[in-house]
């Protein structure tokens, strides 16, 4: 982060981007999808005259939406999923801005499409885990996770919900509200209530912003704590993780970075007025060892949390280059 950038960066980019950081697009499956589109809008916006000044502006482009949130692993593999197909497939030498223009709109369009395939196949797979009847409790608002839901009642399978409110920012409200409209049952419980409630669940249901090459799962701050006391309770936990989750970087020895948030998340200004000076801390996610998750649920099937390093080497081999790099 940091360089400076003499390139002008479309609108949308920087909307896209101040949305990002603000949580008003939130979650790792819908960031990543904005921003490849992100990277399209910069695109048909270029007035670059020649193809280097063009890839200059895609690569600040990338670089700006990049630094918007560091967790969620979605957002750089978007960006490098558009930006290696800026010069087509065949590699190299495009010469002319328009087939460069071309390339970035389609791979962001291609890009969408994969997620959204993606997320509809991971819905079958995790809906197969659930039965009639059984009771979930979830975490924090994932996509991943909802698709389940929405599959197994797609199936005609009846279902109730234990939903944590997921604090500061409540996330959890999102779920109890899109949980109701599929029809499912909601008791919505502050986020201490969850070992109270567990032996009344049947299932763990939560996503990931990443996964890392042993197992481990990067999601929202309070993940482990449930997944610790879901397994003394023997609740299986599944985590819902479209394979864009997993974090190419681990695979050689990079941890994720676990992102911390404004304090006044936590506090505002006047119950800091009354509590005076103390710390606050308020970190966005937390990691949850691959011991306490029973699968990963991706839509190439589910995994146990240990063999998931497999699919990683498949789908993303050795190598996170950062194609967004000067
Ligand atoms: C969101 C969060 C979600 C994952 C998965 O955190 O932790 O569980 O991103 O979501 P935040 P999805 O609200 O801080 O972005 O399945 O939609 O990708």
Redesign the pocket.
């Known amino acids: 982060h940091g360089a400076m950038t003499t390139q002008t960066l479309d609108e949308a980019v920087e909307s896209t981007a101040g949305a990002i950081a603000s949580?008003e697009i939130?979650?790792?499956?819908?960031?990543?999808a904005a921003a490849a589109d992100a990277l399209a809008a910069q695109a048909e916006a270029s007035t670059a005259s020649d193809p280097e000044t063009f890839r200059r502006e895609l690569r600040a482009a990338a670089r700006r939406l990049h630094e918007t949130?560091p967790?969620?692993v979605?957002l750089p593999n978007a960006l490098r999923y558009v930006l290696r197909r800026m010069d087509g497939d065949r590699g190299g030498d495009v010469t002319d801005v328009d087939a460069l223009r071309r390339n970035v709109v389609g791979a962001a369009q291609e890009f969408d499409d994969r997620l959204d395939r993606a997320?509809e196949e991971l819905g079958k797979v995790g809906a197969n885990r659930l039965r009639d009847g059984d009771v979930v409790m979830t975490?924090?608002?994932?996509?991943?996770?909802?698709?389940c839901v929405e599959a197994a009642v797609d199936q005609g399978k009846q279902l109730e919900a234990y939903v944590k409110e997921?604090r500061p920012?409540n996330?959890g409200h999102i779920t109890a509200r899109r949980l109701r409209e599929l029809g499912v049952p909601v008791t919505l419980i502050v986020d201490s209530a969850a070992h109270r409630y567990l032996p009344e669940a049947d299932h763990v249901l939560?996503?990931?912003?990443s996964i890392a090459a042993d197992g481990s799962v990067i999601?929202?701050i309070g993940?482990s704590g449930l997944a610790v006391s879901a397994r003394e309770l023997g609740t299986p936990i599944v985590v819902?993780?479209?394979t864009i989750?997993l974090h190419p970087e681990t695979l050689t020895g990079h941890t994720v970075e676990i992102?911390t948030?404004d304090e006044r998340e936590v506090v505002d200004e006047s119950t800091r007025g009354d509590i005076g000076d103390i710390e606050v801390a308020n970190p966005?996610?937390d990691v949850t060892p691959p011991r306490y998750v029973d699968a990963i649920v991706t839509e190439s099937g589910q995994f146990p949390p240990e063999s998931i390093v497999t699919l990683m080497r498949e789908l993303f081999g050795e190598s996170a280059d950062e194609p967004w790099k000067e």
């Open positions: 949580m939130r979650g790792a499956a819908t960031i990543a949130r967790t969620a979605s997320q975490h924090c608002h994932s996509t991943d996770v909802l698709s997921t920012r996330q939560v996503g990931a912003d999601n929202k993940t819902a993780a479209q989750k992102e948030r966005a996610f």
